[in-house]
């Protein structure tokens, strides 16, 4: 069973920066896409990026490129960055497997970041 | 961006009775090698998003034959044949065939 386990800091001050982690367990990391995605509160879900097993990245036009999503191939992780957050990155993020025949399939249990000073 | 648009937004269901939740998107699905990319997510209160149907009519393994995804095109339905207490919570599409992927505000059923 494929599970995806997420960490990272859940109370930042703006201009500070997100950094989360997201750990894969019980199935292969090749072959697969591994993507974030966030809820703020109170509104939709939003498709951040995603990252292949090669390490090519595609992200949200939407968010202008502020998030960077990297992987560590050694240790089934990958990662999300974003620089200098404000209190409109307040959301819960979550990490999401994709496959290319299916599409989405498992999600991390997610993580609440709230930004505020 | 691909619009997804859900209704109902609320869903109050007797139990043991049928519901059905429509996603209906701005465009078409239909990618170019053929596959429809839309995705059915049950979330229950407390849990992450768990996949019912894949690729609009592929039940996930595990998943009660109850539910069942159709549609085509730009049209898409989620049926629950008889809803059980198990079943609340917020219900989701997600199109995966245009860049960015998008999804629907969700469903919220609950129980009468």
């Known amino acids: 069973q494929v599970q995806l386990q997420q960490w990272g800091a859940g109370l930042l001050k703006p201009s500070e920066t997100l950094s989360l982690t997201c750990a894969v367990y019980?199935?292969?990391?090749?072959?697969?896409?591994w993507s974030w995605i966030r809820q703020p509160p109170g509104k939709g879900l939003e498709w951040i990026g995603e990252i292949s097993h090669s390490g090519s990245a595609n992200y949200n036009p939407s968010l202008k490129s502020r998030f960077t999503i990297s992987l560590d191939t050694s240790k089934n992780q990958f990662s999300l960055r974003l620089a200098s957050v404000t209190a409109a990155d307040t959301a819960v993020y979550y990490c999401a497997r994709k496959t290319q025949r299916d599409g989405v399939d498992y999600w991390g249990q997610g993580t609440l970041v709230t930004v505020s000073s | 961006d691909v619009v997804m648009t859900q209704s109902p937004l609320s869903l109050p269901v007797t139990l043991g009775q049928p519901a059905s939740i429509s996603c209906r998107s701005s465009q078409s699905l239909v990618h170019s090698n053929g596959n429809t990319y839309l995705n059915w997510f049950q979330q229950r209160p407390g849990q992450s998003p768990r996949r019912l149907i894949y690729?609009?009519?592929n039940r996930d393994s595990g998943v009660p034959d109850r539910f069942s995804g159709s549609g085509s095109g730009t049209d898409f339905t989620l049926k629950i044949s008889r809803v059980e207490a198990d079943d609340v919570g917020v219900y989701f599409c997600i199109q995966g065939t245009h860049w960015p992927y998008t999804f629907g505000q969700g469903t919220k059923l609950e129980i009468k």
């Open positions: 690729k609009v009519s």
């Open positions: 019980g199935g292969a990391f090749s072959g697969h896409y």
